[in-house]
């Protein structure tokens, strides 16, 4: 979890109210982060992940005054028209296809504030953008800026420009090979011919996102009184809620919001929105899940408490709280503005006799097995999107969300094969053989409820300049003999597999999983330089068969 320092009085000042430090200790620890020192300068505090708006002064002071009753309710922000515009080329569709830009003018920046801006430019990199892989933020001083902007990609080796903090005027290679950023960052850029740049008017380069900002137009001092700020990725509402956080944090630095027009071919954005989204509350749901008996007038005021606001039964959502999916989150901030200390602790009016469940047993046995092997255990993501589905070459039918955020996940995975690929193409750079398993749940359509199964499945993936079925094969006489079962093996094509070096796995006559040699077509759809030999398996129905015998 991001630590994040914030200046006391600079704080204070926000809030509005200075309280005692035993006082302010308390508030702080009952809000839902983790105090980790508070003295007469600073306070260090441990933000959760899902709270990004709080990873600056302004949001976090916003979020703590509201939740001590000294400024509750939805905080209000302006945006006004610009008129300005950023295009976005068709070049940069498949390198980095979408940016959210915004302006702020009227600041007045100090060394402290531009410390303040920089601290939360890197915790969003760091959490919410995913080390910039998700999302990257650029922040310029607009007063050296001639509109429109271009965002746009060209030959790295064409583009030269003095990066941020660097003596000398570097190429886009270049950057990679020499520069700081470059060097931590340069990945992300990996096997792209052309590099994003967004470029003003006069043909100057503000900067070359995920990496650097141009020295020249790109740097933010305490001249600056007008900014011009863009986010850029892959997931157009991801970005969206990214600036939103930064623009709040600006406005409540004194800053007046602008609006801009993104132009992406014949479509046109606004951006930034700060209207709040409303989501239905049930009074009855919320009293449920918590064990309360909330009127309504009550539940509006904790609501009120947490900085949402309340309205014809709808919370009405901040734009900036980029973590509230579902009426349960709303609930959570419902149970710390009631707070935890005054929940009541009850005994259960039932007993039972508890016992270790034989599924989670026999997992548990596999993993310490395949761990003793060296192989190393992941955990990646129960969502999936379709491109990794079918870069895999699957022919599982995937479940998609009725109601998806964004399209990185949009679907519930049937398998655990694009996982396991995905931590390949994403650790090219560590050493060779990499050896990693995953036993986690899928989903398939099938008789249940909801018309949907769920499935505990074993994967495990050997990648080595030498790797083969053979590895897998010991692998999986290894698991079986734990098993105590017998198993064969049958020819079965499949299209993620290499024809006559995959298999199907058989016990008792029923199909169980497969393992084989990876496809070059799907090694070459995850950019994996090396052979990867896989297996699958479906761990419920060896469970069950354990139980059988």
Not at 162 to 177: A, C, D, F, H, S
Not at 203 to 226: A, C, F, H, Q
Not at 350 to 359: L, N, P
């Amino acid at each position: 979890m991001p630590t994040i320092t914030l200046d006391r009085k600079e704080f204070e000042k926000l809030v509005g109210k200075r309280l005692p430090d035993d006082k302010l200790k308390d508030r702080i620890s009952m809000l839902g982060t983790d105090l980790e020192e508070v003295n007469s300068k600073e306070i260090l505090v441990e933000v959760f992940p899902d709270r990004p708006d709080m990873l600056s002064e302004q949001g976090f002071a916003r979020a703590f005054s509201s939740f001590i009753v000294h400024k509750t309710g939805l905080r209000k922000y302006k945006v006004r028209k610009s008129g300005e515009k950023v295009i976005v080329d068709a070049s940069v569709k498949e390198v980095r296809p979408f940016t959210a830009c915004a302006i702020v003018k009227n600041l007045k920046l100090d060394d402290n504030r531009i410390k303040q801006l920089m601290q939360l430019q890197e915790k969003l990199h760091i959490t919410f953008g995913r080390n910039r892989k998700k999302a990257a933020i650029g922040i310029y001083p607009l007063e050296r800026i001639k509109m429109p902007i271009t965002f746009k990609a060209m030959k790295p080796e064409d583009v030269k420009f003095k990066p941020l903090e660097y003596p000398k005027e570097l190429n886009g290679l270049e950057v990679l090979q020499l520069h700081p950023k470059g060097k931590e960052f340069g990945k992300l850029l990996s096997g792209c011919k052309q590099f994003p740049f967004f470029v003003d008017a006069a043909g100057k380069i503000l900067s070359m996102p995920p990496i650097i900002n141009s020295d020249d137009v790109g740097k933010v001092e305490t001249s600056t009184r007008e900014v011009f700020i863009e986010c850029s990725g892959f997931d157009f509402n991801t970005l969206k809620q990214c600036l939103h956080i930064i623009v709040a944090a600006l406005a409540d630095m004194g800053g007046d919001v602008y609006s801009m027009e993104i132009l992406d071919g014949k479509n046109k954005e606004v951006t930034p929105h700060l209207e709040p989204a409303k989501l239905k509350m049930d009074l009855g749901y919320v009293n449920k899940i918590l064990g309360l008996h909330l009127k309504e007038s009550e539940m509006k005021k904790l609501l009120e408490r947490m900085g949402f606001g309340y309205q014809n039964k709808h919370a009405l959502i901040p734009a900036y709280r980029a973590d509230v999916l579902h009426p349960v989150d709303v609930v959570e901030d419902v149970a710390i503005a009631y707070g935890y200390e005054h929940f009541q602790e009850e005994i259960p009016k039932i007993s039972t006799i508890a016992s270790e469940d034989a599924g989670i047993k026999m997992r548990e046995k596999i993993a310490a097995l395949l761990t003793g092997f060296g192989l190393l255990e992941i955990s990646s993501y129960h969502l999936t999107n379709a491109t990794e589905h079918r870069n895999a070459s699957l022919q599982q039918e995937i479940i998609e969300l009725a109601n998806a955020l964004n399209q990185d996940y949009h679907a519930l995975r049937a398998s655990l094969i694009p996982s396991l690929l995905k931590v390949f193409s994403e650790n090219k750079h560590h050493e060779y053989p990499q050896k990693i398993f995953e036993i986690a749940t899928c989903f398939e359509k099938g008789d249940s409820e909801t018309g949907i199964v769920e499935k505990k499945k074993l994967c495990v993936g050997v990648t080595s300049a030498n790797a083969g079925f053979t590895d897998v094969k010991q692998i999986l006489d290894s698991v079986m003999m734990l098993m105590g079962m017998k198993y064969t093996l049958a020819e079965e094509e499949a299209a993620s597999f290499i024809p006559g070096r995959c298999g199907k796995i058989l016990v008792d006559g029923k199909t169980i999983g497969h393992l084989g040699e990876v496809h070059p077509q799907v090694l070459a759809n995850f950019s994996l330089d090396y052979p990867v030999a896989m297996i699958e398996i479906d761990v419920d129905w060896l469970v069950k068969g354990l139980e059988g015998k």
